[in-house]
């Protein structure tokens, strides 16, 4: 696990605050738009979600998500935390958003 001490933002406003490698890597970090983003091995894909500004709680609900991506482990080297974060990174600006059902 790398947790982060510099939280300079990139140009993009992309932080990751905490990122472990590996057959079971995961983390989470900010987008700079207020959004915060985890993201976690599910099955045989990365899964990247990312939840709406101003959570309510320390933990995001399933209500919170507001978009989704997932991408192929057959092309991520997971244990190499520079390739995690640039497909991480990738996956959060091509996320889409979640459906809703109508109230």
Known sequence: MTLATDR???PAGFVIEDITTGVHASGFGLV???RSFSF????HELVVEVYRPRLRGPVPQSEDVVAIATRKL?????SDERSMTAVVRD???AA???PRNAR
């Open 8 to 10: 300079e933002a990139s």
């Open 91 to 93: 996956a959060v600006a």
């Open 96 to 98: 889409q958003p979640v």
């Open 40 to 43: 976690h091995i599910e099955r």
């Open 74 to 78: 057959t092309d991520i080297d997971l």
């Open 32 to 34: 700079g738009d207020g």
